[in-house]
């Protein structure tokens, strides 16, 4: 049996397909561009006057939808071909991102995201598979690596591109510079089609199996391995993302503007670029499970120096400690997608690109739904105490990271001492 567009081994390859991962990394940039909407949140939630809890539907109707679709499109890419359904996404994606600049009420808005879901679903199920097909079978780390330098560059730049097309255009802007970027790429998908190669499988026996997501499950519950870096990528996001939610809101409150905050952001992003970028190295030299130790360790240091931070330790201290924890974050990401991709079969490269997603967005809904719950709890309470409201702010946002950098720790622990009871 054949999987059009699908990683091969007998096809000639390209010797410069690095234009190939650019339209790739183009397409996929949907996903990571959409930080741009977090340096949005306060502008969101003023313009719809809404209750600060509230603007986390924004995040989670978006999220929800393109999670729950992913593995599913994931084995469409695998069963119709991963362009197909990559170019589908794109077109989904851009009409999605233009009723959502336009949207008139808020009510208008969550519908736009919730079809950005569907197009994001669509496009970032096959964009790894695609990623990959670029490279010989034996390059798969360099591949993940690539693309996982690609999609931390684009929100590298989200930040910063979401401050300046604010100023321009308000908060719909975060929104309305994606469009052409999406066309863009869909414009230059026919030139990937003389670039993949096609596969030609022998049907291995576990196939049919692990490349459904009835499969999926069970090799969970038949490999505890597996389903234990699945979990560690989910708590990984969970705590992480607690840098996105809290800077849009501290660094305005210690007198930062947006374009500034957004700065910032993209520094913790650019620490992302560079441990993807730096996990090959590493894993020349160490096993993924001690390459994704190293990470977790270095991302709960980057977490409890950031939330150790006071308003006039910005800069540059919190820039320093906002690299550290992305290069951890950086590394696992790569460590984490070469394992499952090494798990699953070759088969399942839809699948196996969409699981990886999966992981980081339950992680992310987790982190919208509890730690802004969190948030507007020790802000209640700073100010019951007599803070300031900038003080109250402050506290209530950085104090976040003291407890995901906790719960990093026990996690970390807890995978060592998991590791080494098995020696003993």
């Given at each position: ?205 576990d196939a049919s199996q692990a ?162 719950w969190l948030m507007e709890l ?47």
């Amino acid at each position: 049996m054949s999987t059009p567009l699908s990683p091969g081994a007998d096809t000639p390859r390209s010797p410069t397909p690095y234009l190939g991962f650019a339209i790739v990394g183009c397409g996929a940039a949907i996903a990571p561009l959409d930080f741009a909407v977090n340096v949005a949140f306060p502008a969101m939630t003023e313009a719809f006057a809404l209750a600060t809890p509230d603007i986390r539907w924004v995040a989670v109707c978006y999220v929800i939808t393109y999670g729950s679709l992913m593995l599913f499109c994931g084995v469409l890419g695998d069963r119709l071909g991963h362009l197909r359904v990559f170019r589908w996404g794109l077109v989904l994606s851009a009409l999605a991102l233009a009723a959502c600049a336009a949207a008139p009420a808020y009510a208008w808005l969550l519908a736009g995201r919730v079809v950005q879901g569907i197009g994001v679903a669509l496009t970032l199920s096959c964009a790894p598979a695609l990623a990959m097909g670029l490279l010989a079978v034996g390059q798969r780390t360099q591949a993940l690596s690539v693309y996982g330098a690609m999609f931390a560059a684009a929100g590298l730049l989200a930040p910063l591109l979401g401050g300046i097309s604010m100023q321009h255009w308000g908060w719909a802007g975060v929104y309305g510079f994606r469009v052409p970027i999406v066309l863009l790429a869909w414009l230059c998908t026919p030139w990937l089609v003389r670039r993949l190669r096609v596969q030609t499988l022998s049907t291995p026996g576990d196939a049919s199996q692990a490349g459904s997501v009835r499969g999926l499950w069970g090799l969970m519950r038949r490999d505890a391995d597996f389903a234990w870096i699945n979990l560690l990528s989910v708590v990984v996001q969970f705590c992480s993302f607690t840098i996105a939610l809290s800077l849009p809101y501290a660094l305005p409150a210690a007198g930062w503007g947006g374009t500034a905050t957004g700065a910032m952001l993209a520094i913790w992003l650019l620490g992302v670029l560079v441990g993807s970028g730096v996990a090959p190295v590493l894993l020349r030299h160490m096993s993924l499970r001690s390459a994704a130790h190293w990470a977790q360790g270095t991302m709960v240091l980057g977490l409890a120096w950031i939330g150790a931070m006071s308003m006039a330790q910005v800069w540059p201290f919190m820039a320093l400690a906002l690299v550290v924890q992305g290069v951890g974050l950086g590394v696992f990401q790569v460590v984490y997608a070469d394992q499952v991709v090494a798990t699953l079969p070759d088969s399942a490269r839809g699948l196996s690109g969409s699981l990886t997603l999966v992981t980081r967005t339950v992680g992310i809904v987790g982190a919208a739904m509890f730690w802004l719950w969190l948030m507007e709890l020790l802000q209640s309470r700073a100010l019951a105490q007599g803070a300031s409201k900038p003080d109250a702010i402050w506290a209530s946002t950085m104090g976040l990271l003291p407890w995901a950098a906790g719960l990093a720790l026990a996690l970390l622990l807890l995978s060592v001492w998991r590791w080494s009871s098995r020696w003993h």
